[in-house]
């Protein structure tokens, strides 16, 4: 005794108040997913859990009565069957819950209640059972459901992005939280009139998309009626600007809602237009028209002889559709699609400039537009082409690529020759309304 109270009292004081003093951490409100012109794409509305330490709860505690002011002794028991009113629960769970089961052992943490609303919140508090605490949760809404829902992604269940936007912005997204100290007595219930100290959390930032949600909104319904209508396994729809490579719209065949993610398969809850990568057919033959005429290899007006079917060393290359044997310039070609005219404008190219071309226009390289890097496809060296694959991957074939690439490709060709990276976030907006601009597309000569 004599060693406490006069030679260190200062260090046994300081050791009591450190026992006495609890922090609570204030969670932040994660910022909003905005369209192009403001509107909520995703949000976060506040909820609670309500928590029990059943170790610290007595049989009656006494709380000041709201109409005469003076302090009355309550019963655990009938706080219990008021809270289970305001929750609108039964009573007998509600109890178990809070003052725990006879015979069995305390919980220290026990959940009376998850994602109850601040309304809900502020009325078991009046309860005024002072073993009960809450914690904000912060429960993500997506009001548009499935709209754009492969583009938004969602959080997992501590809030944490887990895919699309809400994954690729989520050093945005999250905030800072802070924290609350303060001093409790030896049954866990707050010291009225203790010190206080806080800091604020800081909220997240609000994400504006380049997406359009009308457009949007036309684009799936467009990919749905395709993909119905050829009995497609997926179907997908960019519509890009082909000035500034920001993205409008990113529709996908399949639904899929963000407030209910696991009711979309796997592989649909990313965009298909990102994750897959496929032959791209007659609009692979855009790069070998591009150079023919960058090289001056073809002319506008020059006429062709272009048959259904021709030989070229020991391959023989064919229409999709037979025809006859027309007599047509390289615009007549192109429009046509015919494969056979192609190839004969690509052999006055040299193999490697056509692969230098191609991997310049992004073919073979994954495609980050901020939602995650994309699926790269396939491009081989053209060392490693063999006969048929170095006609074949004039017109389209022998190499693959994202659907987001193919469009990439022709904003490229579409700009004058210019092309820029696709991006889809457009800005950021702090708490104060303070608006930055996302970083655009690189730029570059092709």
């Avoid at 497609?232 to 890009?240: E, K, R």
């Avoid at 006609?391 to 579409?414: D, K």
């Avoid at 950021?428 to 000569?445: I, S």
């Amino acid at each position: 005794m004599i060693w406490v109270q006069g030679i260190d009292s200062k260090q046994a004081a300081a050791d009591a108040l450190s026992s006495r003093t609890t922090t609570e951490e204030l969670h932040p409100v994660r910022g909003r997913i905005l369209d192009s012109k403001g509107e909520v794409l995703a949000m976060s509305v506040v909820r609670y859990d309500l928590i029990v330490n059943q170790n610290l709860v007595t049989e009656e505690f006494t709380r000041k009565d709201p109409e005469t002011g003076k302090r009355e002794t309550i019963t655990a028991q009938q706080a219990a069957e008021e809270v289970a009113y305001e929750l609108g629960k039964d009573p007998d769970k509600v109890r178990d819950l809070m003052l725990g089961v006879e015979g069995q052992p305390k919980n220290g943490y026990s959940v009376i209640a998850k994602n109850v609303t601040p309304k809900v919140r502020e009325a078991v508090l009046r309860v005024g059972f002072p073993w009960m605490t809450s914690e904000q949760r912060a429960h993500r809404e997506y009001p548009n459901g499935p709209i754009a829902g492969q583009v938004l992604g969602f959080t997992n269940a501590e809030g944490v992005g887990a895919s699309g936007i809400e994954l690729s912005q989520q050093k945005y997204l999250e905030g800072i939280p802070g924290e609350r100290v303060y001093e409790r007595s030896a049954d866990g219930v707050r010291i009225p009139g203790a010190a206080l100290a806080e800091k604020e959390a800081v909220d997240g930032q609000d994400v504006q998309l380049s997406i359009d949600q009308d457009i949007q909104w036309a684009a799936q319904e467009a990919v749905m009626a395709k993909r119905k209508q050829f009995n497609a396994l997926w179907v997908n729809a960019i519509v890009m600007d082909v000035k500034t490579g920001r993205i409008l719209a990113l529709a996908d065949s399949t639904p899929m809602d963000p407030n209910d993610p696991a009711d979309t398969e796997a592989d649909y809850r990313t965009s298909t237009a990102i994750s897959q990568a496929i032959e791209p057919g007659s609009t692979g033959k855009v790069p070998t028209f591009a150079l023919a005429y960058e090289q001056g290899k073809l002319k506008p007006e020059e006429n062709f002889k272009v048959p259904n079917k021709k030989k070229f060393g020991t391959e023989v290359i064919s229409d999709s559709m037979p025809h006859a044997t027309f007599n047509m310039t390289g615009a007549g070609i192109f429009a046509r699609s015919y494969n056979t005219g192609t190839v004969m404008i690509g052999e006055r190219l040299t193999d490697q400039d056509r692969y230098e071309f191609m991997k310049n226009l992004g073919i073979g390289s994954s495609l980050d537009v901020g939602l995650g890097p994309g699926n790269p496809g396939i491009l081989l060296n053209s060392e490693n082409w063999d006969q048929r694959q170095r006609l074949t991957t004039m017109f389209g074939q022998g190499y693959s690529l994202s659907p987001m690439n193919t469009a990439s490709m022709f904003q490229g060709i579409a700009n004058g020759g210019e092309q820029i990276t696709p991006t889809i976030v457009e800005n950021y907006v702090d708490a104060e309304g303070n608006k930055t601009t996302a970083p655009t597309g690189d730029k570059r000569r092709v």
